[in-house]
């Protein structure tokens, strides 16, 4: 049975650097073909895409917000960490982690965390 | 990048059929995944692979993908059908790409 389950600050200022950590059961980021994403969403607002990483350590990000996103993993606590610079207030959304198979594509995100609400405010 | 454009709303009555599209520029030489989410909850899988649904979906809920669009269709509307709706592809040079969602009421 996968889960997945995000932690991190609620509140950061605008500036800060936010950090989020994934933490996963069920699956092991060294089998091939497993990946982890990050997703968020503003209240009210569509899902959007930010940062992809396969078990091989290749790494995905929106290119919208590339210059912004660092995607890592730590196997041995099976856990993928989301870091985001220059937070401003637009970033406050409640941020996902979800799983995905590659297989030769990119599979649908099939499991998802609860989500972890961030607001970004001075 | 790549853009998938969805209708904010969808109304429709209990126990007809739904309709929900996803437009982008050749979408039908990709695989497209269809998400439902609730209020404050995560989004669940639909249907997968233009096509395909997870175990656990019921039969009422299918996809189609051709051309410039792919369509969820949500057969004998429930109450319980009422969410939001997102269709998801990948794309070579967008990676992951989520479409606007789309709010299916249930009148």
């Known amino acids: 049975q996968i889960t997945l389950k995000e932690s991190g600050p609620t509140l950061v200022k605008p500036t800060q650097t936010l950090t989020l950590t994934c933490s996963f059961s069920?699956?092991?980021?060294?089998?091939?073909?497993?990946?982890v994403g990050w997703i968020r969403q503003p209240p009210g607002k569509a899902l959007e895409w930010l940062a992809l990483?396969?078990?091989?350590?290749?790494?995905r990000y929106s290119p919208s917000l590339k210059s912004r996103l660092t995607i890592t993993k730590d196997i041995s606590k099976n856990q993928v960490v989301l870091t985001m610079t220059k937070m401003d207030p637009k970033d406050t959304a409640t941020y996902f982690c979800?799983?995905?198979?590659?297989?030769?594509?990119?599979?649908?995100?099939?499991?998802w965390g609860q989500g972890s609400l961030v607001t970004v405010s001075s | 990048s790549y853009v998938l454009t969805q209708p904010p709303s969808v109304s429709v009555a209990p126990g007809k059929t739904a309709k929900i599209s996803c437009g982008g520029n050749d979408i039908g030489y990709k695989s497209v995944h269809w998400y439902q989410q609730k209020p404050g909850q995560a989004p669940v899988v639909v249907v997968y692979d233009d096509d395909d649904r997870p175990s656990g979906i019921p039969e009422r809920f299918s996809g189609s993908n051709s051309g410039n669009t792919a369509t969820l269709t949500i057969s004998r509307v429930e109450a319980g059908d009422e969410a939001d709706y997102f269709c998801q592809v990948w794309d070579s040079d967008s990676e992951v790409v989520i479409g606007g969602g789309t709010k299916l009421s249930v009148l």
């Open positions: 979800a799983h995905a198979k590659f297989d030769i594509l990119i599979g649908p995100f099939d499991y």
């Open positions: 069920g699956f092991s980021l060294t089998t091939s073909g497993m990946t």
């Open positions: 990483i396969y078990w091989n350590d290749d790494k």
